[in-house]
């Protein structure tokens, strides 16, 4: 095949994924239209069934922001050369997937046009509230982040025309000092923006762990472990992203690709194993024993009707084949980044494996059959306009990193690849 060809084949594949793009996004906003004109009628939750995909996609989200913000902070905060190349674009991600859990968040609420109230009446001894706040403190330290770190590129591409040079002038709200003064500040703040994001992403995903931990009432839930497992989750899940990000999509010609991708590929690693010793602390111990009233519920997450979404999602694709592969072939780029796609797919079973079985079971005992009703139901399968939804809100997000990819200088080599 010659480059001519190659060419035009590659042409071909980005017309065909783009109309790929507009099928799904066009298929999801006729969800958000539904979303917005008969609330949450067609989901599948009930009034005791109160989270369900949405709420899952919400925290899985979330985890994919943390993960690669704190990803970033290991080149920003502590100078860690290997990944030098991926801190903008670990940033990024990270705002990205930030925009995508908030706007999942709020659809599931039930008066969207509400959603104000939580800052005009805040109730700081809810911890929901205070994890609401934590987001958005979040989201404008990833943003100012960001802006610090492209700044020095923006300035160099100001200088061009068209929707890149526009974007970039904006961006730079009149700040084009690049002098070696102007610039070191600029590494000094972003030091200590960062430092400050590491004990804030660690809390507000933490505190998400906490949020289902300290329901009491809830045994599937409540422990010490939740709020570490929801750290450890994030890790692993983020890190993945931005392994599979960079795998394929970083710019051929650099020639510290490998490495680079090579050194997420060992931190990923030792985080799925870490993450994979904290499932099964959680779940060994009330089983070896076999007591406690969680025991029903671990025993229908792991030979239940869904039994497929732990053994085969969450152990086997994304678990066993991607530490084999990162063992066997730690060096092959397109590997590490299949197996950093595979646990980030896959990690969306364990957040499902997280929310959903621990509402299933009546707090009461003949709870179920007290009140008859389509409402009152205990049983729980996600319907496909929650499913709609969910696609509406990933396309959004392809379209918002396409867009940033394309338009932010967010790739570093050393032919200063833009």
């Known amino acids: ?32 239209f539904e979303r917005l004109t008969t609330g949450l009628r067609l989901t599948a939750m009930t009034s005791y069934v109160v989270w369900g995909l949405w709420i899952s996609a919400d925290i899985y989200f979330i985890g994919l922001s943390a993960g690669a913000f704190l990803i970033s902070s290991l080149v920003y905060v502590f100078q860690m050369k290997a990944l030098e190349r991926v801190g903008k674009l670990s940033l990024f991600t990270a705002l990205v997937t930030l925009v995508l859990a908030i706007l999942m968040a709020w659809f599931d609420v039930g008066h969207m046009e509400r959603f104000y109230e939580i800052f005009t009446r805040p109730s700081f001894h809810s911890l ?82 906490a949020l289902f931990a300290t329901l009491v009432a809830r045994p599937y839930w409540y422990g010490p472990i939740y709020p570490i497992f929801f750290l450890a989750g ?14 394929f999509i970083w710019p051929e010609k650099d020639k510290g690709l490998r490495e680079t991708v090579a050194s997420l590929g060992r931190i990923l690693l030792w985080l799925i194993l870490f993450d994979l010793l904290l499932e099964w602390a959680d779940l060994s111990i009330p089983l070896w024993y076999g007591v406690g009233p969680e025991i029903s519920l671990i025993n229908t997450v792991l030979f239940g009707q869904f039994w497929y979404v732990f053994w085969v999602f969450t152990i086997l694709l994304g678990g066993a084949i991607p530490v084999v592969l990162l063992v066997l072939m730690p060096r092959r780029t397109a590997v590490v980044g299949m197996a950093g796609a595979l646990v980030t797919i896959t990690y969306m079973a364990v957040r499902l494996n997280i929310v959903i079985p621990g509402l299933i079971t009546p707090e009461l005992a003949g ?10 139901s205990f049983s729980y399968l996600p319907s496909l306009f929650e499913w ?31």
């Open 234 to 247: 994030a890790l692993a899940s983020g890190t993945a992203l931005l392994t599979a990000i960079t795998a």
């Open 388 to 418: 709609q939804l969910l696609l509406f809100i990933v396309t959004i997000g392809i379209g918002l990193f396409y867009m940033g990819y394309r338009l932010l200088p967010l790739t570093w080599t050393e032919e200063k690849v833009v």
């Open 367 to 376: 709870l179920e059959s007290a009140y008859v009703e389509s409402r009152l």
């Open 1 to 32: 095949m010659t480059a001519g060809d190659e060419c035009q084949a590659m042409k071909r594949l980005k017309v065909a994924l783009f109309a790929l793009w507009g099928v799904l996004f066009l298929i999801g906003a006729e969800a958000l």
């Open 128 to 209: 929901l509230n205070d994890i609401v706040w934590l987001y958005f403190a979040y989201f404008l330290l990833l943003l100012t982040e960001l802006l610090l770190a492209v700044r020095p590129d923006l300035v160099s591409l100001s200088q061009l025309k068209g929707a890149r040079g526009t974007l970039s002038r904006l961006l730079l709200f009149g700040r084009t000092n690049v002098s070696v003064e102007a610039s070191e500040r600029d590494r000094k703040l972003l030091r200590i923006l960062g430092s400050i994001g590491v004990p804030l992403a660690i809390t507000f995903h933490g505190g998400m762990g």
